[in-house]
């Protein structure tokens, strides 16, 4: 037994209905290190991850933590044996401040809370760890970098000697991350041990010691710093995939020449609206989106790149200035006016904003298109047949694997899901498509192929609005980049003036 | 995949009936009464003769126009505790214009007369629930308050015209009107009211409406998921409208054909069966079938076989009604949970 592993997972076997989700997998971390978690969308990473913090049960296996067997039946079992988890979405309290957060569910007295001591403890800790934050800020006042360090500490507060970050940069900034690979470096010297789940192959490369790669529920191996190249890395993930790779492990599609149309389809003029509590709100945008080009929009989440996708299919959101689709004022529009018009969209949280969960197929292809006379009879009967041949249609057109039409989309995987909400857009003939974080959370072949949708869609003359979280896709695929920070434009970039740095900059606010 | 999920429903209600039953029958071992003999007579009454089935069918019918009122706008997640109220809203106002024509000298006939009054029905318990869906569209007010106050109103306004002497008989102690004139009232065939087929037409409509219109699709989707419905476009706003709409009218409907099919004229508290209220039944009978329009209707009868049988218990064996409530509040509470424990995605 090698007295320097942490966690031994042994031949562990976890079955969901007729879906192999870990099939005999074999996972070891040792003390103190980053281990990176690598697989594609489904490959069951965070299966794994939550039979080891406790929300699974295994069907078969073992594990040891520390050279011991324990049995994990719940997230109190896997604290009491050190394992700490961060999950991908904040689970902390937002009317809570940090410290409120931190102490919840954990002090030994019954009936008070000694704020003012466990404080002092926390700031001890976070001291220690050299992670600082506001400790009496409510936490829906804070950023998603400062949540992140707060969800940090919060469990090594409770004792977590080995951390679990589930996809820890998805929320983060490019500065963010940087600020959260130097958290984890030291944390790794004051001998915490990381498992660091992620999709990105720049974060192995830059943040990991050893990485697992999983595919299809089964280990492909283990790499360590010296054997990990992206060449090896990619090989392991798609060995049988037909897929090309660029240095950022992105599908590479041609971009052919942009055959711009003379008259913009879509002009926004000085457009703002309100900000709510939820958005920072549009301040002054203007800019003109061609037929036949792709325009990229870069910005943090959070700075005005929603409103700017809703004010386009709900015009009515807007408080000043004017929006046109083809030299036609849109201004007084509906929804549904505005996708009469040849506009579609797909939102930014698929599950959340794009599906009906418990509808079939059908019923989720026919949201936003169940106005229209193709769909009706008399203007009050829905036409289900022709529904049902638009799913089918749809079904071939963009390869989506589902037993039938009349399926359940929630039973769908994420990829798939996308690929409805997507085949949505192009039930008809579509001059604009405003597109929200299309490809975020899936496997590389899945964003492939929505990439080359894009660009098929611009090459048939159409317009992308690309809303986008990754630079380097948005570089990839965009004729142009438009930038926003705090619901401001900051810059529109060509093509040939693309340039990492001063776009990153101006997306965090630095000076032109 | 959907018929394992068949059986484990049918499992549930199975089994929620099963343990209401066990219930009440310890219950009636503590009181002394014969256990056997009870369920006997709770199940078997509608069925053994056709006095049984005549009151079962009458039971059911104002029982179908209560469930859909409530069902309806719970598949957008809103709670229609109103069922009642507009029940009765529709009901008197029905009440009042039939009395008041022949009254002001207009005498029409059955063919006109009949059609009006259902008309009027529907607008007003329509026009009743659309207060409280105004309220929640417009000012955001959760209709479970708004219909229950509503309640109190259509109560009063009910007693307001009951005790009106334009309309009250002068010869009955409690507040009743006279009579309807002949031309607005319906008849029954071999003992079953002929709103029966009103009845069976408004399953039909309801049906049509959820499955195969643009309304119905609309509801079901903001059922599913209300961002997604609203960010593709579905007006929230108006849905909640017609959908309040739509409940209120089906229970003034039942309003009016208890007025001119059941009673043949306004009595204070008629829509109510064995001391209950067809509203708060119809809030159990859809909850019986989380809301499904579809097994509506099917639920309502079995009530309406469990409410018959205990008439006849308090009729046969001295045991009070309440303890026929008992055993509905219990299988709903059997099955809530059943499903929630069974059914529960993962």
């Given at each position: 037994m090698?007295n320097?592993?942490f ?10 209905g ?7 997998v074999?996972f ?5 290190e980053?281990h990176?978690l690598l697989?594609?969308n489904?490959?069951?990473k965070s299966?794994l ?5 406790g ?10 933590i ?11 079992d896997?604290i009491?044996?050190?394992?700490g988890m961060?999950h991908q ?6 009317q ?7 102490i919840?569910g ?14 002092e403890?926390?700031?001890k ?14 936490i829906k006042?804070?950023?998603a970098?400062?949540?992140?360090k707060i969800?940090?500490?919060r469990?090594?507060f409770r004792?977590?000697k080995?951390?679990?970050l ?5 929320s ?11 958290t984890l470096k ?25 990485v ?6 089964k280990v492909?191996g283990?790499?360590d710093?010296?054997n ?11 060995i ?10 992105l599908p ?8 711009k ?5 879509l ?30 929009v870069a910005s943090?989440?959070?700075n ?10 709900n ?6 200035g004017e929006?046109?689709?083809?030299g036609?004022?849109?201004n ?11 506009v579609?969209y ?8 794009g ?6 197929l059908k019923e989720?292809?026919?949201l ?23 799913t089918?249609?749809?079904i071939k057109?963009?390869n ?5 039409e ?7 995987s ?16 579509i ?15 899945t964003?492939?192929?929505?990439f080359?949708k ?11 609005l ?9 570089m990839?695929?965009?004729d ?7 619901g ?9 003036e693309?340039?990492k740095?001063?776009?990153g ?6 000076q032109? | 995949?959907?018929n ?6 049918i499992i549930?209600?199975?089994?929620s ?5 066990i219930v ?13 003999k ?5 199940l ?16 059911t019918?104002?029982l179908?126009?209560?469930?859909y009122a ?27 214009v039939?009395?008041?024509l022949p009254?002001?000298?207009i ?7 009949i ?5 009027t029905?529907?607008l007003a ?11 929640v569209?417009?000012?955001d007010?959760?209709p479970?308050?708004s219909?229950?106050?509503l ?8 007693n307001f ?13 409690h507040?009743?009107?006279i009579p ?9 065939i ?5 709103s ?9 409509f309801?049906?049509y409406?959820?499955?195969?219109t643009?309304l119905?699709?609309?509801i079901t ?7 997604s419905?609203?960010k593709y476009?579905i ?13 209120g009218a ?9 007025v ?15 001391g209950a209220?067809y509203g708060?039944f119809?809030v159990?009978t859809?909850?019986?079938?989380a ?9 309502a009868?079995l ?14 064996m ?10 509905q509040?219990?299988?709903?509470l059997?099955?809530?949970?059943f ?5 529960r995605?993962?």
């Amino acid at each position: 037994m090698n007295n320097n592993l942490f966690v031994e997972l042994k031949n562990v076997k976890k079955v969901f209905g007729p879906v192999i989700a870990l099939d005999n997998v074999n996972f070891s971390v040792l003390k103190g290190e980053i281990h990176g978690l690598l697989g594609e969308n489904g490959a069951g990473k965070s299966t794994l991850m939550n039979i080891l913090y406790g929300l699974y049960s295994p069907d078969k296996g073992e594990i040891y933590i520390e050279g011991k067997k324990v049995k994990i039946n719940s997230p109190f079992d896997s604290i009491r044996y050190g394992v700490g988890m961060v999950h991908q979405i904040s689970t902390l309290v937002p009317q809570f401040t940090a410290t409120e957060n931190i102490i919840l569910g954990t002090g030994k007295d019954k009936y008070r809370l000694k704020i003012e001591e466990e404080k002092e403890k926390i700031k001890k800790l976070s001291t220690e760890l050299g992670l600082d934050f506001p400790l009496d800020v409510k936490i829906k006042d804070l950023s998603a970098g400062i949540k992140q360090k707060i969800e940090i500490v919060r469990a090594l507060f409770r004792g977590a000697k080995l951390l679990i970050l589930d996809e820890p940069t998805t929320s983060l900034v490019e500065s963010e991350f940087k600020d959260l690979l130097k958290t984890l470096k030291s944390l790794v010297k004051k001998g915490v041990t990381i498992i660091f789940i992620t999709h990105k192959m720049r974060e192995v490369l830059e943040a990991c010691d050893r990485v697992t790669i999983l595919r299809r529920g089964k280990v492909q191996g283990t790499l360590d710093k010296k054997n990990m190249t992206t060449e090896n890395i990619v090989k392991m993930m798609f060995i049988e995939k037909d897929i090309k790779v660029t240095d950022s492990a992105l599908p590479k599609v041609e971009l052919p020449e942009s055959k711009k149309s003379e008259k913009p389809v879509l002009i926004l003029k000085d457009v703002s609206t309100e900000p709510t509590e939820q958005s920072i709100g549009l301040k002054n945008i203007s800019f003109e989106l061609y037929g036949g080009e792709i325009v990229g929009v870069a910005s943090v989440s959070g700075n005005g790149e929603k409103d700017l996708a809703e004010i386009i299919i709900n015009p009515k959101k807007i408080t000043n200035g004017e929006i046109y689709i083809d030299g036609e004022k849109i201004n007084d529009l509906s929804t549904l006016e505005v996708f009469s018009k040849g506009v579609f969209y797909t939102p930014e949280d698929r599950i959340k904003e794009g599906i009906l969960p418990e509808g079939n197929l059908k019923e989720n292809i026919l949201l936003g298109h169940h106005s229209e006379e193709r769909f009706l009879n008399r203007k009050i009967f829905v036409k289900w047949d022709e529904a049902r041949n638009a799913t089918l249609d749809t079904i071939k057109k963009f390869n989506i694997y589902a037993p039938n039409e009349d399926i359940v989309i929630r039973r769908l995987s994420g990829g798939n899901i996308q690929k409805v909400i997507m085949g949505r857009a192009f039930v008809n003939p579509i001059k604009l498509l405003i597109t929200h974080n299309p490809t975020s959370g899936l496997d590389v072949s899945t964003v492939e192929f929505i990439f080359k949708k894009l660009v098929e869609t611009r090459d048939n003359g159409s317009s992308v609005l690309w809303i986008g979280e990754d630079l380097d896709e948005l570089m990839i695929l965009s004729d142009r980049i438009i930038v926003l920070y705090k619901g401001e434009l900051q810059g529109i970039f060509k093509r040939s003036e693309f340039d990492k740095y001063k776009i990153g900059l101006l997306m965090i606010g630095g000076q032109k | 995949m959907k018929n394992k999920d068949l059986f484990r429903v049918i499992i549930i209600y199975f089994l929620s009936i099963f343990f209401a039953f066990i219930v009440i029958s310890i219950i009636a071992i503590l009181f002394r009464y014969d256990v056997i003999k009870v369920l006997k007579t709770l199940l078997t009454t509608s069925f053994k003769t056709s006095f049984g089935f005549q009151e079962t069918i009458k039971k059911t019918i104002p029982l179908i126009f209560t469930t859909y009122a409530f069902t309806i706008p719970f598949m957008i997640k809103f709670f229609n505790i109103g069922g009642w109220g507009q029940m009765l809203f529709g009901g008197t106002v029905t009440a009042v214009v039939g009395l008041t024509l022949p009254k002001i000298g207009i005498n029409l006939p059955s063919f006109v007369m009949i059609p009006l009054l259902i008309i009027t029905g529907i607008l007003a318990g329509g026009f009743f629930a659309l207060i409280a869906g105004f309220l929640v569209a417009k000012f955001d007010i959760n209709p479970i308050i708004s219909t229950i106050m509503l309640n109190f109103v259509a109560v009063q306004f009910l007693n307001f015209i009951a005790t009106n002497p334009i309309y009250r008989d002068p010869y009955e102690g409690h507040p009743i009107t006279i009579p309807l004139p002949k031309s607005g009232t319906l008849g029954f065939i071999s003992g079953i009211p002929y709103s029966i087929i009103f009845a069976i037409i408004s399953i039909i409509f309801v049906f049509y409406l959820i499955k195969k219109t643009k309304l119905g699709y609309e509801i079901t989707a903001i059922g599913y998921n209300l961002d997604s419905a609203q960010k593709y476009g579905i007006n929230f706003q108006k849905t909640i409208l017609l959908t309040f709409f739509i409940s209120g009218a089906l229970a003034g409907l039942g309003g009016t054909f208890e007025v001119i099919n059941i009673h043949k004229k306004l009595i204070e508290g008629f829509a109510q069966t064995s001391g209950a209220q067809y509203g708060i039944f119809g809030v159990l009978t859809s909850l019986i079938v989380a809301g499904n329009p579809i097994g509506a209707p099917v639920a309502a009868f079995l009530m309406s076989v469990l409410l018959v049988g205990a008439d006849a218990l308090q009729r046969t064996m001295q045991i009070p009604v309440e303890m026929v409530f008992l055993s509905q509040a219990l299988i709903v509470l059997f099955i809530v949970t059943f499903r929630e424990r069974f059914l529960r995605r993962r």
